[in-house]
């Protein structure tokens, strides 16, 4: 039976998951979630567009997961505290067979509750709300870090001045601190695979990558493709006093996740897509394709 799947957003990983089903043999029903405010044109696919605020009461999203097989959320953190967890009870109370919920990222399992990342546990409140129930069969997606983010002034890692030619790639923790990466296009396409291509979709936590690098390594990708590298490392110590210098800043609350170096990567060979030789797109290939040249 062909099922009906709910996407939650339209976002970068969202239009990826749009595009991967679509295009699925399968041809699955989608149907995706939008604000009714959203500017998005979806027009050029095959789907319903569903209007609806994940920032609404649990009761309020009930009836709009009512009737769908499978529900992905694709919302990010967009929604804001508690978003996640009001989502999970509306599925649930929805009755829907088969969750996929944001957790796109980190193993949150092993990096614990009380980490810098307040909205972490978040994340934690959701997998113990799922695990304490035996109705809503429920998979999480794990991708470490969407490889576009790496690059992303945001993040603190990749900063490139076109004016000079030359960039400051600053390792968090180290330089021999590994880090797994996802592109959002393996994303949705890994995804659309573990949702289709068999009728017994894997539960729990299922590892996935597009490749496991160190920040050494992200370094000698962009001085390979023309930019003047300026190294630095920014220790644990030091993201500490920004943290605590500036509360309200998120960055330094992000990169102290990957600067302690716990949760933040895996090998790629046990990974779902490893063990299946999914073919991928390396850091190396995501530069040539992306990155902007000096």
Same mark, same amino acid.
């Given at each position: 039976?062909? /099922?009906?799947?709910?996407?939650?957003? %339209?976002?970068?990983?969202?239009?990826?998951?749009?595009?991967?089903?679509? @295009?699925? $043999? #399968?041809? *699955? @029903?989608?149907?995706?979630?939008?604000? %009714?405010?959203?500017?998005?044109?979806?027009?050029?696919?095959?789907?319903?567009?569903?209007?609806?605020?994940?920032?609404?009461? #649990?009761?309020?999203?009930? $009836?709009?997961?009512?009737?769908?097989?499978?529900?992905?959320? %694709?919302?990010?953190?967009?929604?804001?505290?508690?978003?996640?967890?009001?989502? #999970?009870?509306?599925? &649930?109370?929805?009755? =829907?067979?088969?969750?996929?919920?944001?957790?796109?990222?980190?193993?949150?399992?092993?990096?614990?509750?009380?980490?810098?990342? /307040?909205?972490?546990?978040?994340?934690?409140?959701?997998?113990?709300? &799922?695990?304490?129930?035996?109705?809503?069969? !429920?998979?999480?997606?794990?991708?470490? &870090?969407?490889?576009?983010?790496?690059?992303?002034?945001?993040?603190?890692? =990749?900063?490139?001045? @076109?004016?000079?030619?030359?960039?400051?790639? +600053?390792?968090?923790?180290?330089?021999?601190?590994?880090?797994?990466?996802?592109?959002?296009?393996?994303?949705?396409?890994?995804?659309?695979?573990?949702?289709?291509? +068999? $009728?017994?979709? /894997?539960?729990?936590?299922?590892?996935? #990558?597009?490749?496991?690098?160190?920040?050494?390594?992200?370094?000698?990708?962009?001085?390979?493709?023309?930019?003047?590298?300026?190294?630095?490392?920014?220790?644990?110590?030091?993201?500490?006093?920004?943290?605590?210098?500036?509360?309200?800043?998120?960055? *330094?609350?992000?990169?102290?996740?990957? %600067?302690?170096?716990?949760?933040? @990567?895996?090998?790629?060979?046990?990974?779902?897509?490893?063990?299946?030789?999914?073919?991928?797109?390396?850091?190396?290939? !995501?530069?040539?394709?992306?990155?902007?040249?000096?």
């Amino acid at each position: 039976m062909t /099922p009906k799947i709910l996407i939650i957003g %339209a976002g970068e990983l969202g239009l990826s998951l749009i595009r991967s089903l679509t @295009s699925h $043999p #399968a041809h *699955p @029903s989608v149907s995706v979630l939008l604000r %009714a405010s959203s500017s998005t044109d979806l027009s050029t696919y095959p789907i319903k567009v569903v209007h609806g605020d994940i920032s609404s009461t #649990a009761e309020e999203l009930t $009836p709009l997961l009512e009737g769908y097989d499978i529900v992905i959320s %694709a919302t990010g953190f967009a929604g804001g505290p508690n978003s996640q967890l009001n989502l #999970a009870h509306a599925v &649930l109370e929805a009755g =829907v067979p088969h969750y996929f919920p944001w957790q796109f990222g980190v193993d949150y399992d092993l990096i614990g509750r009380g980490s810098s990342q /307040p909205l972490f546990d978040e994340q934690l409140d959701v997998r113990d709300l &799922l695990r304490s129930q035996d109705k809503t069969k !429920w998979t999480i997606v794990s991708t470490g &870090l969407f490889t576009s983010f790496l690059f992303h002034p945001s993040f603190g890692v =990749v900063d490139l001045d @076109s004016s000079t030619g030359k960039a400051t790639v +600053n390792a968090l923790g180290g330089w021999s601190n590994g880090i797994t990466v996802t592109s959002a296009e393996d994303i949705g396409r890994i995804t659309s695979k573990i949702v289709l291509d +068999n $009728p017994d979709i /894997p539960q729990g936590v299922v590892y996935i #990558a597009s490749d496991t690098i160190k920040f050494e390594d992200v370094s000698k990708e962009v001085e390979r493709v023309g930019w003047k590298v300026d190294r630095k490392i920014i220790t644990v110590e030091e993201l500490e006093v920004r943290r605590k210098r500036d509360p309200e800043d998120v960055g *330094p609350k992000y990169a102290l996740i990957w %600067a302690r170096n716990i949760g933040v @990567s895996w090998d790629v060979g046990v990974t779902w897509n490893g063990k299946r030789g999914i073919e991928v797109e390396s850091l190396r290939e !995501w530069v040539d394709r992306n990155l902007p040249r000096p």
